[in-house]
Antibody
Framework: QVQLKESGPGLVQPSETLSLTCTVS????????VNWVRQPPGKGLEWMGT???????DYNSALKSRLSISRDTSKSQVFLKMNSLQTEDTAIYLC??????????????????WGPGTMVTVSS | DIQMTQTPSSMPASLGERVTISCRAS??????LNWYQQKPDGTIKPLIY???NLQSGVPSRFSGSGSGTDYSLTISSLEPEDFAMYYC?????????FGGGTKLELK
């Protein structure tokens, strides 16, 4: 069955770089894209970026200068790196599989499976 | 970025009740609108994609509608497992953005 699971350090110092891994199973990264979404404590969801099935990437313009998403298809892993972390980056970070297709002149894009998320606290 | 405004932010409701959650976009989004449910344990799953298409495995008591800037999610008869957070999300333009969420609570 399809599963995604995030992993990484729970605590990061301000100004340092966050590195997270999303390990997937039950599907191929060359068939589906994977998205990163974050959720500050008690708040809503923010899309961070995606790595498409062809390996290309798109980022939220608000984070683009700090964010990088990459993958290792042989290990079924997607990586997030974000630098210059500040306290406002404290959040649960989630990865989600993206479904994207065109049909009858319309395009469909939604996130059908999500990981449980990993809490990242930015603090000294 | 397109702003998504959900109303209400919280909604007390009873088992068996019919409820509707609204989502308004800051500009027209051509039906490129999805709905998600987040359970208290954090688990997120899709309910509706492209305004009104029911995701596989989602009960038929869930439905979506709308056009232009205004969209809604309706639950026809609340079950105990429906008390959760609900988010709308547009993908008409990048970045895809989510509404602030609606917390459905047991009255």
């Amino acid at each position: 069955q399809v599963q995604l699971k995030e992993s990484g350090p729970g605590l990061v110092q301000p100004s340092e770089t966050l590195s997270l891994t999303c390990t997937v199973s039950g599907f191929s990264l060359t068939s589906y894209g994977v998205n990163w979404v974050r959720q500050p404590p008690g708040k809503g969801l923010e899309w961070m970026g995606t790595i498409w099935n062809d390996g290309s990437t798109d980022y939220n313009s608000a984070l683009k200068s700090r964010l990088s998403i990459s993958r290792d298809t042989s290990k079924s892993q997607v990586f997030l790196k974000m630098n210059s972390l500040q306290t406002e980056d404290t959040a649960i970070y989630l990865c989600a599989r993206g479904v994207f297709y065109y049909y009858d002149g319309t395009y469909y894009w939604y996130f059908d499976f999500w990981g449980p998320g990993t809490m990242v606290t930015v603090s000294s | 970025d397109i702003q998504m405004t959900q109303t209400p932010s919280s909604m007390p409701a009873s088992l068996g009740e019919r409820v509707t959650i609204s989502c308004r976009a800051s500009q027209g989004i051509s039906n490129y609108l999805n709905w998600y449910q987040q359970k208290p344990d954090g688990t997120i799953k899709p309910l509706i994609y492209y305004t009104s298409n029911l995701q596989s495995g989602v009960p038929s008591r869930f439905s979506g509608s709308g056009s232009g800037t205004d969209y809604s999610l309706t639950i026809s008869s609340l079950e105990p497992e429906d008390f959760a957070m609900y988010y709308c999300q547009q993908y008409d333009s990048s970045p895809p953005t989510f509404g602030g969420g609606t917390k459905l609570e047991l009255k």
